[in-house]
């Protein structure tokens, strides 16, 4: 993608604050952190989002989050950590290239990642069942 801010990042033509990098990835510090450390995992290849990600990158990925999320916890001391990944505009995504959020927490943070709670109906429980097939 010529175009894509995250491409050239994660493959170094434009210049981050990098935390690790392999082959496949590179994970740096976001610009806009909702705490100290926030920090994005991005694949080098490009993928717009999750569903576009392929099978060997997404298995991958879980262990080099797994590895950053270590690495932020040993480095600054949080008390825990949202792994958030946003796809498409109406869940927020900004940036069209997959990436992963690491958000490290402390307590009393108020960094506002979360929702409000709403109910499952016994009705909607039922269509879900119906429709969703994994
Ligand atoms: P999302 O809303 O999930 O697409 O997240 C995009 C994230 O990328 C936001 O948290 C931005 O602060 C961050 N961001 C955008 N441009 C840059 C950049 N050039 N370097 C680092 N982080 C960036
Ligand atoms: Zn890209």
Redesign the pocket.
């Known amino acids: 993608m010529d175009n894509c801010?995250f491409c050239k990042?994660a493959n170094g033509e434009?210049p981050?604050a990098t935390l690790y990098e392999d082959d496949d990835f590179r994970v740096?510090?976001?610009?806009?952190?909702a705490t100290k450390g926030?920090a994005?995992l991005l694949p080098k290849t490009h993928a717009a989002n999750l569903y576009e990600l392929p099978d060997d990158l997404a298995e991958k990925a879980i262990l080099v989050a797994k590895k950053a999320a270590a690495g932020l916890r040993d480095g600054l001391g949080s008390d825990g950590l949202n792994l958030?990944q946003?796809n498409g505009e109406a869940a927020?995504?900004?940036?069209f290239h997959f990436?992963m959020?690491l958000i490290p927490r402390w307590k009393g943070d108020h960094a506002g990642v979360g929702w409000k709670p709403g109910t499952l109906t016994d009705e909607t429980r039922d269509e879900i069942l119906r429709k969703v097939h994994i």
């Open positions: 801010i990042i434009i981050s740096i510090l976001d610009l806009g952190p926030h994005l958030v946003n927020g995504q900004t940036v990436h959020h």
